[in-house]
């Protein structure tokens, strides 16, 4: 198994509450994502990082903040959450290179109530 | 824009039926391809990829071949399992520098004893 890890798993929260995702690796890959999967709308991304401080948006981002201060850790934050951010969240990571195959955590489901 | 497109489902099959799910792709360059599975409460993982056109990508007796001329990725198996009931997503990468990683709304397969 890749070195990729999520925390929390499981979390309920509610609406309007700010709550932080964690996303671990070991691998000392250069790029790491966030996705979130939702029925109906597969995988989506929320925001990416090709490096230490270096982030950027991906088609849905509205309502969320990523923070990467160090090449292991990437950070999902929802500064008010929503129900409609109620998802299961997936961090995934890559080597360099167009022909390199992602690593994916195990996924955390948020409920916002 | 970049874009995957893989078929609806649920696809249900008896066991040892023969599985196609279609996907085709839209993207600017040359991207490489890939199929990924989940398991139910798991996080993706790599079924097999194909990184140019003609390349065939095999992996627990899945099969799927790049397509340049039809821009089409289509997974198959001979012979399904009950154990082979998952998501598939078919995913595509693609870029220079950062590498965009594209997924399908993914295809659920149900397969009957």
């Known amino acids: 198994d890749a070195g990729i890890t999520q925390s929390p798993r499981h979390k309920v929260t509610e609406t309007g509450t700010p709550v932080t995702l964690r996303c671990h690796q070991t691998e000392n890959h250069r790029y790491m994502y966030w996705y979130r999967q939702d029925p109906g709308h597969g995988l989506r991304l929320i925001h990416y990082?090709?490096?230490?401080?270096?982030?950027d948006k991906g088609e849905v981002s509205d309502g969320y903040s990523v923070s990467r201060s160090k090449t292991e850790d990437f950070l999902l934050t929802l500064e008010s959450a929503t129900s409609s951010q109620t998802s299961v969240y997936f961090c995934?990571?890559?080597?360099?290179?167009?022909?390199?195959?992602?690593?994916f955590g195990q996924g955390t489901r948020l409920t916002v109530v | 824009g970049d874009s995957v497109t893989q078929m609806e489902g649920p696809v249900t099959l008896s066991e040892e039926a023969f599985l196609t799910i279609n996907c085709t792709y839209t993207a600017t360059g040359y991207p490489s391809l890939f199929w990924y599975v989940q398991y139910p409460g798991e996080g993706l993982q790599l079924l097999l990829k194909?990184?140019?056109?003609?390349d065939k990508g095999s992996n627990k007796g899945f099969e799927a071949t790049y397509r340049k001329e039809t821009t089409s990725f289509h997974l198959e198996k001979g012979s399904v399992q009950v154990s082979d009931s998952a998501v598939y997503f078919c995913a595509l990468k693609v870029g220079t520098g950062f590498q965009k990683l594209v997924f399908g709304t993914g295809t659920r397969l149900l397969v009957s004893p």
């Open positions: 995934a990571i890559t080597r360099e290179g167009q022909n390199t195959e992602a690593f």
């Open positions: 194909a990184t140019k056109a003609d």
């Open positions: 990082s090709y490096g230490v401080k270096d982030t």
